[in-house]
């Protein structure tokens, strides 16, 4: 704790210095909120199509902007996911071929809130990190100010300063509030990553499951999931409240699919987490983006995309061009309506690390409408046409051979983009945010203290 306080003083120096220097050229950018949901399907809120968990206030969201039918993480799940998301590049370029927790994000690239941050946002992280080694946490690599995580003693219950028990989602809501309210004088980058809505769901207050209509494991998921809903409409009270809606960019998405075993749904498609990782529901994100004035209300956008786009997007948002190293695509002309089409041609996925259980390899290709899978590399492609088929029941390589090479082509010359894989070092993974009630507020550029493995 002294040691935070130490880094409070310095920092607040740091951060006089800042605001004088962006002040002047930072008043029209637009805030940037990023709500990254853990584990949720493309079946589980109201804009998605799914009736028996009510979603107010991402249905509100989805109204006010645009829901994205074809937004895929590259790397699934949580660990290579969060870090191509904060890196804009596939995880196979930077030696990441799975899940390999501790495996450093490259430090001679900005992250998105490294290259934020140094255009003059103050940039904000609650919750989850679960990327990089150690020594990369939120405070290291470009989050100014990082919620420190509140002592639960179950996943998702804490006790408060009073000692009474309390539902951790809702306390991330309030740090939301708490981030935007100290900062709504300057841009700012939040990025929301709860725990919400990982396993295990079965503590969670009759008082939200009672709100859905769903049964079983999947009335106790709701209950969750409602939960989560509820902070994305107290943040947008906030907003409106203090007039910062219009002048603020939401994007709100989830780091892989629905966790099966939880009753979680990535209905049209099937999919998800642990028996369902084949499918392609266990990519396929719920994505919505909210910018009253700029994205279109109401709309839904088909286009190829994946969370790979959301640096490059910001990059634009904020009206300086993308580092050298992004390699996703710019969202806003194709929501805008300059541009039309699919931002990718093609997205592709190789998850073979060996230390990754079976269930967990996965080899894919998208184009079109079509999805090109195999489970390893030796094994046999199949192709499906998602339009007809998007339960993926019917493999039609055999009918369409030159749909599979050409796909397969583009898949090979994917593949030369890759860097050899990376041993992780033996710098134990994990989160390195402190525990408590408050914040680590610093440059982004703090060394933590970590704990280094001797063999
Ligand atoms: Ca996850």
Same mark, same amino acid.
């Given at each position: 704790?002294? /040691?935070?306080?130490?880094?409070?003083?310095?920092?607040?120096?740091?951060?006089?210095?800042?605001?004088?220097?962006? @002040?002047?050229?930072?008043?029209?950018?637009?805030?940037?909120? !990023? %709500?990254?949901?853990?584990?949720?399907?493309?079946?589980?809120?109201?804009?998605?199509?799914?009736?028996?968990?009510?979603?107010?206030?991402?249905?509100?969201?989805?109204?006010?902007?645009?829901?994205?039918?074809? !937004?895929?993480?590259?790397?699934?799940?949580?660990?290579?996911?969060?870090? @191509?998301?904060?890196?804009?590049?596939?995880?196979?370029?930077?030696?990441?071929?799975?899940?390999?927790?501790?495996?450093?994000?490259?430090?001679?690239?900005?992250?998105?809130?490294?290259?934020?941050?140094?255009?003059?946002?103050?940039?904000?992280?609650?919750?989850?990190? &679960?990327?990089?080694?150690?020594?990369?946490? #939120? @405070?290291?690599?470009?989050?100014?100010?990082?919620?420190?995580?509140?002592?639960? $003693?179950? /996943? $998702?219950?804490?006790?408060?300063?009073?000692?009474?028990?309390?539902?951790?989602?809702?306390?991330?809501? &309030?740090?939301?509030?708490?981030?935007?309210?100290?900062?709504?004088?300057?841009?700012?980058?939040?990025?929301?990553?709860?725990?919400?809505?990982?396993?295990?769901?079965?503590?969670?207050?009759?008082?939200?499951?009672?709100?859905?209509?769903?049964?079983?494991?999947?009335?106790?998921?709701?209950?969750?999931?409602?939960?989560?809903?509820?902070?994305?409409?107290?943040?947008?009270? $906030?907003?409106?409240?203090?007039?910062?809606?219009?002048?603020?960019?939401?994007?709100?998405?989830?780091?892989?699919?629905?966790?099966?075993?939880?009753?979680?749904?990535?209905?049209?498609?099937?999919?998800?987490?642990?028996?369902?990782?084949?499918?392609?529901?266990?990519?396929?994100? #719920?994505?919505?983006?909210?910018?009253?004035?700029?994205?279109?209300?109401?709309?839904?956008?088909?286009?190829? @995309?994946?969370?790979?786009?959301?640096?490059?997007?910001?990059?634009?948002?904020?009206?300086?061009?993308?580092?050298?190293?992004?390699?996703?695509? &710019? %969202?806003?002309?194709? %929501?805008?309506?300059?541009?039309?089409?699919?931002?990718?041609?093609?997205?592709?996925?190789?998850?073979?690390?060996?230390?990754?259980?079976?269930? /967990?390899?996965?080899?894919?290709?998208?184009?079109?409408?079509?999805?090109?899978?195999?489970?390893?590399?030796?094994?046999?492609?199949?192709?499906?046409?998602?339009?007809?088929?998007?339960?993926?029941?019917?493999?039609?390589?055999?009918?369409?051979?030159?749909?599979?090479?050409?796909?397969?082509?583009?898949?090979?010359?994917?593949?030369?983009?890759?860097?050899?894989?990376?041993?992780?070092?033996?710098?134990?993974?994990?989160?390195?945010?402190?525990?408590?009630?408050?914040?680590?507020?610093?440059?982004?550029?703090?060394?933590?203290?970590?704990?280094?493995?001797?063999?």
């Amino acid at each position: 704790m002294k /040691r935070i306080k130490q880094y409070l003083v310095i920092v607040l120096a740091l951060l006089a210095v800042n605001s004088q220097m962006f @002040s002047q050229a930072a008043t029209d950018r637009p805030n940037i909120i !990023l %709500l990254f949901i853990d584990d949720l399907g493309y079946g589980d809120t109201g804009p998605f199509g799914c009736t028996d968990i009510p979603t107010p206030n991402i249905n509100r969201l989805a109204e006010e902007g645009m829901t994205f039918s074809q !937004l895929y993480v590259t790397n699934p799940p949580c660990c290579p996911s969060r870090s @191509s998301l904060m890196m804009g590049m596939y995880g196979q370029s930077f030696g990441k071929f799975g899940m390999s927790r501790g495996l450093p994000i490259p430090e001679d690239k900005p992250t998105l809130a490294e290259f934020l941050r140094d255009r003059g946002y103050v940039t904000g992280q609650i919750g989850k990190w &679960d990327l990089g080694s150690k020594i990369q946490g #939120p @405070s290291a690599r470009g989050f100014m100010e990082v919620a420190e995580i509140l002592p639960a $003693f179950t /996943r $998702f219950q804490y006790k408060t300063i009073e000692g009474d028990t309390a539902w951790l989602t809702e306390a991330n809501g &309030d740090q939301m509030i708490e981030f935007v309210d100290r900062n709504k004088e300057k841009p700012f980058f939040l990025y929301w990553s709860p725990l919400a809505v990982h396993s295990p769901s079965n503590n969670v207050p009759e008082r939200l499951a009672s709100r859905t209509t769903a049964s079983e494991k999947r009335r106790d998921l709701g209950g969750c999931i409602v939960s989560m809903d509820d902070q994305v409409g107290k943040l947008l009270s $906030f907003l409106d409240d203090h007039k910062l809606r219009e002048n603020t960019l939401i994007i709100f998405s989830s780091d892989n699919g629905p966790n099966l075993r939880e009753g979680g749904s990535s209905s049209p498609y099937t999919g998800g987490k642990f028996e369902g990782t084949q499918q392609i529901g266990w990519t396929l994100s #719920p994505t919505i983006m909210s910018w009253p004035g700029v994205i279109p209300r109401g709309k839904r956008f088909d286009g190829l @995309s994946c969370t790979l786009d959301f640096y490059a997007t910001l990059a634009s948002v904020a009206g300086v061009p993308e580092p050298q190293h992004i390699q996703g695509v &710019d %969202l806003l002309p194709y %929501l805008t309506g300059e541009k039309h089409g699919d931002p990718h041609e093609y997205i592709f996925w190789l998850n073979n690390d060996p230390n990754d259980p079976p269930n /967990r390899h996965l080899v894919a290709v998208r184009w079109k409408q079509w999805r090109l899978y195999r489970k390893y590399e030796d094994d046999t492609w199949q192709l499906f046409d998602l339009l007809k088929d998007p339960v993926e029941e019917i493999n039609v390589a055999a009918q369409f051979p030159d749909i599979v090479d050409g796909m397969d082509r583009n898949y090979h010359q994917w593949k030369t983009t890759h860097q050899p894989p990376l041993e992780i070092p033996k710098i134990k993974a994990g989160s390195n945010i402190p525990t408590g009630y408050g914040w680590v507020i610093s440059d982004g550029r703090l060394e933590m203290e970590h704990e280094i493995i001797r063999e």
